[in-house]
């Protein structure tokens, strides 16, 4: 990979940052473990309804992980607008949000009041943070986000693990068909995501995981030999994999939290042998689960690794915890990383 790459892992909680140089060993990139965009657009909120301002949120489609602020907002009383392009961050029904809140969607600005920029990438901030470190700018950039997706008139949760049902059903489990360079039209926010940084591939975030960990020497290994569960345990959501010889047999999501500990190691010793409803995971509050015919070859997937910003959730469990790369909080932009090697190839 002759080009500078800038790949970014936009979580719930983190953006993490891994800067690919040309001739340099991982070990001597840079890298950067800062707040998610949509914190610091939570934080900016807040201040305004402490100072009791009107709001304006402006920009475009992004991680809605500011939500809670918006409605701190409207319970103050204090007025806030939107534009038809931001409101997407906040919901896949604008005429619902309009009917049921105080948000008032216009293309314009109110007179007196104080505008929030919303958007997943400002290519002036990097361009300024990259100055400030010495560094020089990317020639491509990439990201990885999490997008539940657009479906309309349909729950979210089963939307998105059509994605990956689709994914599995489809394309075969091959994990390089995880990144995107035209994402399926049902994922708005990666494609503003990808507008955003100029072009350059997408995935989700839960995709990145599985690519990077897989640049684990031990978790590539047992891959071939054995099978491995990977479970990525982040801020807001937990999916796990069933990994053996290049291909996914399965995948389980649900929401980080809603379960204990305890049951969800009792869902996912039942996922890696291909015993667990989709449905039951569905009405408990996750995404779903899907697994293949599981190949005899990998027995009931024997090792588990775990990643992920709150992996300790699991740490009384018969599990690893590798570290691709020597470091765990950026395995996913190595996965992206990865592919782009790849695909230069």
Request: with cysteine.
């Amino acid at each position: 990979m002759a080009d500078r790459a800038l790949c970014l892992d936009i979580g719930s909680g983190t953006q993490d940052v891994f800067y690919a140089l040309p001739d340099l060993e991982a070990e001597n990139c840079p890298k950067f473990v800062l707040p998610t965009p949509a914190r610091l657009v939570a934080k900016r909120l807040a201040e305004l309804t402490a100072a009791g301002r009107s709001v304006y949120l402006a920009g475009r489609n992004m991680g809605g992980g500011f939500f809670k602020a918006f409605r701190a907002h409207l319970k103050a009383g204090l007025p806030i607008a939107l534009h038809p392009d931001a409101v997407w961050a906040l919901t896949d029904d604008p005429e619902r949000l309009a009917a049921t809140t105080a948000a008032v969607i216009t293309p314009r600005r109110p007179a007196g009041y104080a505008t929030i920029f919303l958007g997943d990438f400002d290519p002036g901030f990097w361009r300024a943070f990259l100055a400030a470190a010495g560094l020089p700018e990317p020639d491509v950039v990439v990201a990885a986000a999490q997008d539940h997706g657009l479906h309309p008139g349909k729950s979210s949760r089963i939307g998105r693990f059509a994605l990956w049902e689709r994914f599995l059903l489809q394309a075969g489990g091959h994990p390089e068909g995880l990144v995107y360079e035209t994402p399926p039209e049902e994922l708005t926010r990666l494609a503003v995501l990808q507008a955003s940084i100029g072009g350059g591939p997408v995935a989700d975030t839960a995709a990145a995981a599985i690519l990077g960990a897989l640049t684990d020497p031990v978790v590539a290994a047992r891959s071939r030999e054995t099978g491995v569960m990977l479970v990525n345990v982040g801020n807001s959501h937990l999916v796990a994999a069933l990994l053996f010889r290049g291909r996914i047999h399965g995948i389980y999501e649900h929401h980080t939290g809603i379960l204990s500990a305890e049951e969800t190691w009792a869902d996912l010793a039942r996922f890696r042998r291909g015993s667990l409803p989709g449905q039951e995971v569905f009405d408990r509050g996750g995404h779903g689960c899907l697994t293949l015919d599981l190949p005899p070859a990998a027995g009931i997937f024997p090792y588990t690794s775990v990643i992920g910003p709150k992996r300790a959730f699991l740490k009384d469990f018969d599990v690893d915890f590798p570290s691709p790369g020597g470091d765990m909080m950026l395995t996913g932009c190595f996965g992206l990383v990865h592919w782009l090697r790849t695909q230069k190839a």
